[in-house]
């Protein structure tokens, strides 16, 4: 099945093909805005410049993503890669620390939106934003260029695709997950392939080995009803602190200092205090995806469709075609309220929301019935 490119954006000043380009012109240098961050000792001058050097993906621009993708800006790392299917709603604002009132009434994409904000406070990095489903067919393209991957994301499905790609490009990535009042993150360095040269973090093979993956603490993605932000809440103090564990993490990995990152599934729950640690420093030895490497989820194989968290919703990524979203408006208009801008569009038809993506991605809102959302989508938009 073709795939089409994740949308750039071009509707602002400051928005390339690539993303934002550095400021030269800017009159803020780095020796004055990172100043307190190279007086600390595991940064320092060389630290900082090897952060301007680095390039970080963030996987989601929600709660998670957002705080990161922040944290990631302050601390000057060069390049981000941010990636994000979903647009912002009123409900996000109470968590997602990169988006305002205004990005909310327009729906504005999300990972447009934090690009937009992190211009405003640094426009001397690039930021490459993809409104997009991070899948199979397009994970490798996506994330070819980033040194480390930063997992924001809100189902498994998506994380074990993650997983799946970072062994096999024995590439590091961080899982963290926050609900309700817990947060949990956990670093990944996977095993250099034989057939390839030793990854950046292997400084020191002696002494720095390869951590479980994914798959090693979690064989299978959990089976019946799992906790969301719609059945659980969530605090955004969970979040931030999975996010700034999450990137300080990545700070050591970027700064070449692998050897001082946890090697542990760690959890926190805020309200309670309840702390625990699970031992990740060592692969499991009969795991089919770092032991075995078989990568099913990598391959696609059995791939649904996903009900989005934070809403009764359904995601519809099977048709990628280009969308004229003018021919498209004029086609929904007698049949419910339609607006939409370059990004997107919105069709209203209580009691459902259909938002469609340039790329014919659809996100179904008022249902979470995947027979229901299809017929939707091949009802209004086509099959």
């Not at 680095?54 to 800006?73: M, P």
């Not at 095993?191 to 951590?211: G, I």
């Not at 990598?298 to 519809?316: D, F, K, M, W, Y």
């Not at 993506?357 to 179904?364: E, L, Y």
């Amino acid at each position: 099945m073709p795939h089409h490119p994740a949308t750039h954006v071009e509707d602002s000043p400051a928005s390339t093909q690539s993303g934002n380009q550095p400021g030269p012109t800017s009159p803020i240098t780095d020796a004055d805005r990172y100043s307190r961050q190279i007086l600390f000792p595991g940064i320092a001058e060389q630290g900082q410049h090897l952060l301007r050097q680095s390039h970080a993906a963030v996987i989601g621009c929600g709660a998670t993503g957002a705080a990161a993708a922040s944290l990631l800006a302050r601390a000057g790392v060069g390049t981000l890669t941010l990636i994000d299917r979903d647009f912002v709603e009123p409900s996000n604002l109470q968590r997602q620390v990169l988006f305002d009132e205004a990005d909310a009434l327009e729906s504005l994409p999300k990972a447009e939106a934090a690009r937009r904000k992190i211009a405003l406070f640094n426009s001397a990095i690039t930021v490459n934003a993809h409104i997009d489903d991070l899948v199979p067919a397009n994970i490798h393209a996506l994330l070819a260029g980033a040194d480390i991957v930063l997992d924001a994301t809100d189902n498994f499905e998506t994380r074990y695709l993650i997983n799946d790609y970072a062994v096999e490009q024995s590439k590091p990535w961080i899982y963290a997950a926050a609900i309700g009042a817990y947060a949990a993150t956990m670093n990944i360095l996977p095993k250099p392939s034989a057939t390839e040269s030793p990854a950046p973090y292997t400084l020191n093979p002696t002494t720095l080995n390869p951590t479980a993956c994914l798959a090693c603490i979690f064989p299978k993605p959990p089976s019946g009803p799992v906790e969301t932000c719609d059945t659980s809440g969530i605090l955004s103090t969970a979040v931030n602190l999975a996010a700034s564990i999450q990137v300080t993490e990545a700070l050591k990995f970027l700064t070449h200092q692998p050897h001082l990152m946890r090697r542990t599934l760690l959890s926190f729950d805020l309200w309670s205090s309840e702390r625990s640690e699970i031992n990740a420093s060592k692969p499991n030895p009969s795991c089919t995806v770092c032991a075995r490497r078989q990568f099913t989820h990598l391959a696609g194989e059995g791939r649904p469709h996903i009900t989005l968290c934070g809403r009764n919703s359904v995601q519809i990524h099977e048709h990628h075609r280009p969308v004229d979203f003018a021919a498209m408006r004029d086609r929904l208009a007698p049949h419910g309220q339609v607006r939409f801008n370059n990004l997107l569009l919105r069709f209203e038809r209580p009691p459902h929301t259909l938002t469609l993506f340039s790329d014919g991605r659809a996100i179904i809102q008022g249902t979470t019935d995947i027979t229901l959302a299809r017929s939707l989508y091949a009802r209004f938009i086509g099959s």
